[in-house]
C-alpha cells in the first residue's frame, strides 16, 4: 500500500529536501577548493565551520524523517487519496519487526486510557454492564423513577497486536493477531483494588493471496465507514458491527465472498433473548468496493442466511436476507463525510450490537417470524489544523417487532448523535473529548436517554 504524505507536511518536507540537497552541494565544492587552494584560515577555523554544517545536515535529515514519520502515523484525513481497505489484511505496522528465521514478526497495538461521566435519565445501570464502558443501545433503562449518574474510568480498550508474514512459493504467508481487555464481565479485579480485565480474542487469522481464514470483522462490515470517536464504536445503531469465525476470499477487481459462522439469535414472549445453535449452513456475504475518482469509495454488501430453530420433533426455519450501503466522500484536501445505510430480514444480530433480535418465536403453538430492521448512520470530519480536527455524526436503529410474539417491552427503535474534537500533540498520541446524547424507545412507548461526556487517550505503538 502506497503512503501519502499529509498535506501540511508535503511543503516542509519538500523544503527540507531542497535544504539537504543545498547543504549537501555547498559541502563537496568547500572540500574541493580546499584541497586546491587552502584558505587562509586556520585550521581551528575550517573545523569549526565544517562541524557547523555537519550539524545543519544532521538536523535536516532528523527533519525529513519526522516528517515521514507523520505521514505513518497521521489520522487518515491529512494523507492523499485513500485506497480502498483491503479486505484481507488488517494495516500494516509501522516498523519493520523482528526476524526469525524468514517470518518477519511485528508487534503493535495501542494504550487507551478513558473516563466516561455518564447521566441515565430514566433508571439504573449496574456497574456491571456492558453499557457502563461504551454506548450500548439496550443498555438505557426505560420509564424509570429516579436517574443514575456514574464517573467511570478503566483502560478495557487497550490493545495488543501480532503480525507474521513469511515468503511461500512467490506469495506470503500471513497471520495476524488481536486482542484487548473489552470483554463480558467474568473473573475480573475489583474496581476498590486490582481494576484487573479479562483479555479476550478479538480478530485471529491466517492470509494467503486472497484468502483469509480464521476470526475477522464480518464481509457484511465496512470498517473504513467507521468515525473517529471516543466511543467504542461511535455510530452503534446504524452500523454492522460482527466479528466471527469465516472463510473469505477477495478478487482483485474488490469483490469479496465469505461464508460466515451462522447463529439465530431469537426473543420468546417472555422477553427472553436466546442464542439458538441449530443452524446447519454459513451466512453467505458478497461485498463489492470501489473507488469512483480519488474523492468517493463505496461498498455495498448483500447478505444471506439461514434461522433455524429446533424444539423437541418439531424444525421451522426461515429465510434471512441483509443489504448494507456505505460511502465515503473526500471534501477537499483533508475533511470527509460517511453515509451507512443497512436494511433486512432476520439480520439483527448483525446490528447496533443485537438491540433487535433475528426473529421472535413461541413454543406451544411453534410459531416463528423474522423481524426486520433498518439503521443507518452520517459523520462528517473538519480539520481545524494539522493536529486539531472534530467529527459530528448521528444514528438511528428501527425494528419492526411482532409484539404478539416479543411482547411490547422490546425496544422499537433507537438513536444517538455526537460530536468530539481530538487532538495529537506528537505523532501517536491522540487527546479525544466528546459529547453523547442517546435515547432508546419501546415497543410500549416506554423511553429512555443518556447524556455522556468522554475522554480518552491513546497512544499507538
Known amino acids: 500500500m502506497t503512503r501519502h504524505l499529509p498535506v501540511s507536511a508535503t511543503p516542509r518536507l519538500a523544503a527540507s529536501c531542497l535544504a539537504l540537497a543545498a547543504v549537501t552541494a555547498a559541502l563537496v565544492p568547500a572540500a574541493q577548493a580546499q584541497s586546491r587552494n587552502p584558505p587562509a584560515r586556520s585550521a581551528a577555523d575550517t573545523d569549526e565551520r565544517l562541524r557547523a554544517l555537519e550539524a545543519e545536515l544532521a538536523a535536516l535529515r532528523a527533519e525529513v524523517a519526522a516528517a515521514r514519520n507523520e505521514s505513518a502515523t497521521r489520522p487518515e484525513g491529512l494523507r492523499g487519496t485513500q485506497p480502498t481497505p483491503s479486505a ?21 497495538g495501542a494504550i487507551k486510557a478513558e473516563a466516561l461521566y455518564s447521566r441515565f435519565n430514566d433508571g439504573e445501570v449496574d456497574g456491571s454492564s456492558l453499557g457502563r464502558d461504551f454506548h450500548l443501545p439496550s443498555a438505557i433503562p426505560t420509564n424509570g423513577v429516579t436517574e443514575g449518574t456514574y464517573l467511570d474510568a478503566h483502560v478495557k480498550q487497550t490493545r495488543i497486536t501480532l503480525t507474521t508474514s513469511t515468503p511461500v512459493g512467490g506469495d506470503t504467508l500471513g497471520a495476524y493477531f488481536e486482542g484487548d481487555f473489552q470483554s463480558a464481565p467474568g ?44 466511543d467504542f464504536i461511535g455510530i452503534t445503531e446504524g452500523t454492522v458491527f460482527v466479528r466471527q469465525p469465516l472463510v473469505r476470499y477477495s478478487f482483485d477487481n474488490g469483490l469479496v465472498v465469505a ?27 458478497v461485498r463489492w468496493n470501489a473507488d469512483l475518482g480519488e474523492a468517493v469509495s463505496v461498498s455495498v454488501a448483500g447478505l444471506v442466511r439461514e434461522l433455524r430453530i429446533v424444539e423437541g420433533l418439531t424444525e421451522v426455519d426461515d429465510l434471512g436476507w441483509g443489504v448494507s450501503l456505505a460511502t465515503k466522500v473526500r471534501v477537499g484536501p483533508t475533511d470527509d463525510l460517511r453515509v451507512t445505510v443497512n436494511g433486512g430480514r432476520g439480520i439483527g444480530r448483525y446490528l447496533a450490537l443485537n438491540t433487535v433480535d433475528d426473529a421472535a418465536y413461541r413454543v406451544s403453538p411453534l410459531e416463528f417470524q ?43 427503535q433507537a438513536w444517538s448523535a455526537f460530536g468530539n474534537v481530538f487532538w495529537t500533540p506528537v505523532p501517536t498520541l491522540d487527546l479525544g473529548l466528546e459529547y453523547r446524547r442517546a435515547a432508546r424507545e419501546l415497543e410500549a412507548n416506554g423511553d429512555g436517554t443518556m447524556d455522556r461526556v468522554h475522554i480518552v487517550a491513546r497512544r499507538a505503538f
Not at 479476550?200 to 493471496?209: E, N, S, Y
Request: cysteine-free.
Open 88 to 108: 484481507t489484511a488488517p494495516a500494516p505496522a509501522r516498523a519493520a519487526g523482528l526476524r526469525v528465521g524468514n517470518t518477519e514478526v511485528r508487534i503493535g
Open 187 to 230: 473473573m475480573q479485579g475489583s474496581t476498590r483494588t486490582t481494576n484487573a480485565y479479562n483479555f479476550a480474542v478479538r480478530r485471529a487469522f491466517v492470509t494467503h493471496g486472497g484468502w483469509l481464514v480464521g476470526q475477522d470483522w464480518s464481509t457484511f462490515q465496512n470498517t473504513a465507514m467507521m468515525p473517529e470517536t471516543a
Open 259 to 285: 461464508l460466515e459462522a451462522p447463529e439465530t439469535e431469537v426473543r420468546n414472549l417472555a422477553g427472553v433473548q436466546m442464542a439458538m445453535d441449530d443452524s446447519r449452513l454459513p451466512d453467505l456475504v
Open 370 to 412: 423474522p423481524i426486520s430492521v433498518y439503521s443507518g448512520a452520517v459523520s462528517y470530519r473538519h480539520f481545524w489544523t494539522r493536529d486539531l480536527r472534530s467529527t459530528v455524526g448521528g444514528a438511528f436503529l428501527m425494528g419492526d417487532n411482532p409484539i404478539a410474539l416479543t411482547g411490547p417491552l422490546v425496544t422499537s
